[in-house]
């Protein structure tokens, strides 16, 4: 049986950690502050904005959202993202994508400020995953997932990882991440022939294929640690499921993160500690 | 026998590529031109300097060279930076790095036009390897490496990659490069384990240690093409020498690079082609 590496327990030590960040840097009259810039009420919007709410609460960040209509002008859209790039009250900047088709989304992505790009979707916060410096903010669900083998004391130095997945927002990032660990790090593709064979050379897999159960029983082998940052509604089950058949992965692994309950979670602890540090590297 | 992947084939038919573009463009009045800034006379740019010129000349781009002496005030220095990003007339910038000491050389890397950084040292230059984009160029030693897998037609897609070396300028983006080609691509590093063992397994196997001589038999089967980015002297053997023990290699392998007359010779090609690349994006 394997040990769940349950996002909870991350959580709740981060908020403990961050908590505290926070207490000193509002002792010198700083107010850690996440502005969220969305356009219309896009239910999956509204559902992360619920959960980052919460946990800046939990741990005393502040919030202030710019909610602004499915049909804002762009011209109206663009001054919004200005004065939340000038505000020096304002520490991190979470803004929703995709935006509505008739603002540039992309002109969008390229004027918000590195230096409050708390969900790490700026060039600058790519560069800086790539060259190991802080130019920006790694993407969260990459950093969720360092957090997690960090957490649990995972092994990184000198260990193979087969991460499957070469998104931005995860499987490239990650990969780049864990490389710097010293981790010896293949990243698996749809191009790629035989998957099988390279995650069952790992220690590490990290599983980001976006696509449901995808990786079972003959992917894995005795001793390794998995993490599936996949999250799917399952018709047939009904329930959530991950990128990971878990039912056969489970009983061979050492490690794994469940789904729910795994990466999903620490995510939005990584957007709160990402505000933290963009109030302490201004003010510290 | 292996195949010799020689440099020269490739410079000859980049240079006939080369000239047509420029003549095309110097057809609509616009002189592809590369401002080399350099402080004193270090041999090393100087060398490099002699063979971007001759390559240059090769072609038709032109070359205005910026030496500045060795002790120029930060101030000078930085003035003559701020012309050369701003002189419309120049399209590529070649900064001779490191820079002396009472010269803040972050500063000028930062500073540094992207547009213009046909060398690739910018965080946009390197942000662009890593999410595949134009944001600036690639550096020159990786692009290298991939022209001539691509001129050599040595197969990508689907293909495993053991990239030995995971510096700024070759190994993490070549890594990137031969990803974004839909090879299934490991970076081993100094703390990779059994690296021998990653590198047997593999259909492609770039060597970037920084190490001469450091791969040799025991790295490598038949049916592999080898890239070898390294160049030393080997004073043991009173000649350049690469980071593949070339003897042990070449029986073994399917192709291979020499060391000379791989990898270098077309860098510089690929710094002129980046010059030619940006009056384009430019002007067409």
Known sequence: ???????????????????????????????????????????????????????????????????????????????TLDKLNNDITIHGILMFRPLPKHIDGEKARKLLCADKDVDGCTDLSLAGVFTNTNLGFAPCTAE??????????????????????????????????????????????TKTVDVSTITKDADIVVVASGQMESVGADYLKEGQTVIDVGISWNDKKNKLCGDVIFDEAEPIVDAITPVPGGVGGVTTSILVKHVVESAQRVHI
């Open 1 to 79: 049986m394997a040990k769940l590496l349950k996002g909870k327990d991350v959580v709740e030590a981060l908020n403990e950690k961050l908590s505290k960040d926070v207490e000193e840097l509002k002792a010198k009259g700083i107010t850690p502050t996440l502005g969220i810039l969305r356009v219309g009420e896009r239910p999956d919007d509204l559902s992360y904005e619920r959960g980052a709410l919460k946990r800046c609460e939990q741990v005393g960040v502040e919030v202030k959202v710019f909610a602004l209509p499915e049909d804002v002008s762009e011209e109206d859209f663009f001054d």
């Open 144 to 189: 969720a997932a360092m957090e997690i083998l960090k957490f649990y004391d995972v092994a990184l130095s000198g260990k193979k990882v087969a991460v499957i997945g070469r998104s931005l927002v995860i499987g490239r990032p990650v990969a780049m991440m864990l490389m710097h660990e010293n981790a010896t790090v293949t990243i698996c593709h």
